[in-house]
Nanobody, 118 residues
Framework: QLQASGGGLVQPGGSLRLSCAAS????????MGWYRQAPGKQRELVAT???????TYADSVKGRFTISGDNAKITVYLQMNSLKPEDTAVYYC??????????????WGQGTLVTVSS
């Protein structure tokens, strides 16, 4: 239901912009975000943006990555600048839907590969 795009091969110091869009409407969105999983490592949070516009970033990407989202269109973007080899990973978009108080459901995109290498 979530389609991510924008990954690819980029040199260190370069930039990429990831996009993620829902194919169907998702109601009661709490937050949207991006996670990544590098080879041999667990999936980790990269950045999130709440329905109210509050953003959160992993320390490793602060100042380099910017997340933005459109709740009405259920789309989320990740602008990645000053990319480093350690940013290499499969990036997954996420949409958290509020079902009721204290209960949510997570939608995941299929992942898009970002490779930072010279």
């Amino acid at each position: 239901q979530l389609q991510a795009s924008g990954g690819g091969l980029v040199q260190p110091g370069g930039s990429l912009r990831l996009s993620c869009a829902a194919s169907e409407n998702i109601y009661s969105v709490n937050a949207m975000g991006w996670y990544r999983q590098a080879p041999g490592k667990q999936r980790e949070l990269v950045a999130t943006v709440t329905s109210g516009g509050i953003t959160t970033y992993a320390d490793s990407v602060k100042g380099r990555f910017t997340i933005s989202g459109d709740n009405a269109k259920i789309t989320v973007y990740l602008q990645m600048n000053s990319l480093k080899p350690e940013d290499t990973a499969v990036y997954y978009c996420n949409v958290e839907q509020k079902l009721r108080i204290g209960v949510s459901f997570n939608y995941w995109g299929q992942g898009t590969l970002v490779t930072v290498s010279s």
